[in-house]
């Protein structure tokens, strides 16, 4: 496995999300047992493991998708388990997905505008007969909107529909529609797919950058070794719904357990 330099990061602060002994059960199934995770604020952390680990469903049970069959996740102090996803976002997490969800008829500014409609303020009258306010408000959101696209160098085509980006692309303006909810946690799932290697590159210092930018806590499942390793301060591995190990990059890599999981025996 690709070996790392990355010098362990110190954070501190309360957790901004925890997970404790979150289990997904599934019929007679299992799919996630006993899951146990806290995350600090401006952390980068990976979580990895082959596929069928269970890593997608700790997402959705982490962000509101699921509800877990036991155990409780915390989120900026507020226990989640009973809120809708769109309740999880405003409490200050969002996510990204393993299959490209965008509205893929509207325009590139337009996905982005959505997700920042929360932060747009004017009554329903301001709206109907275009006030000054309602004007100066699009205009601001329009401003903050672009200034996020431009961070994915995506702004040439704010105008066109979404579905006529470049997979690579597409996959950027999810990121930074994510963004646009102001989260304290951003979970992305595989941000890497379908991404050639000069991508993948340019995406690892995007992701830091906003990491440090925003000032946001970040975890992230990915199968590009190259990516994890080069960026996370630590990393979980799952197999089989369970956690076999947890530590820095370079633990990891050479974990017996972690090889086995991956290469068999």
Not at 45 to 64: D, H, S
Request: aromatic content about 8%.
């Amino acid at each position: 496995m690709t070996e790392t330099t990355n010098k362990p990061a110190v954070h501190t602060g309360k957790p901004v999300l925890s997970a404790e002994g979150v289990t997904m059960r599934f019929g007679g199934l299992t799919a996630v047992d006993n899951f146990n995770l806290e995350l600090r604020p401006g952390e980068l952390v990976g979580l990895i493991g082959p596929n069928g680990a269970g890593k997608t469903t700790i997402f959705n049970a982490l962000t509101g998708v699921y509800v877990p069959t036991e155990g409780t996740v915390t989120i900026n102090g507020t226990v989640i388990n009973d809120k809708k996803a769109s309740e999880v976002v405003k409490i200050g997490a969002a996510r990204t997905f393993q299959n490209i969800r965008l509205f893929k008829d509207l325009t590139t500014l337009e996905n982005v505008l959505i997700a920042y409609d929360e932060f747009i303020d004017y009554n329903l009258g301001q709206g109907m007969f275009r006030t000054k306010k309602f004007w100066d408000e699009e205009k601001t959101a329009r401003e903050k909107c672009m200034d996020l696209l431009k961070i994915f160098d995506l702004e040439q085509y704010a105008d066109g529909k979404a579905k006529n980006m470049p997979y690579g692309q597409q996959r950027k303006l999810e990121i930074a529609r994510a963004l646009a909810t102001n989260p304290q946690v951003l979970m992305l799932d595989e941000p890497a797919a379908g991404m050639n290697p000069a991508e993948t590159d340019e995406l690892m210092k995007t992701i830091e950058f906003i990491r440090d930018k925003f000032n946001i806590t970040i975890l992230l499942i990915e199968h590009d070794m190259s990516l994890v390793m080069g960026i996370c301060e630590r990393i979980v591995v799952l197999d089989y719904g369970r956690t076999i190990a947890e530590g820095l990059p370079d633990e990891i890599s050479h974990n017996p357990d972690v090889i086995k999981a991956y290469l068999g025996e």
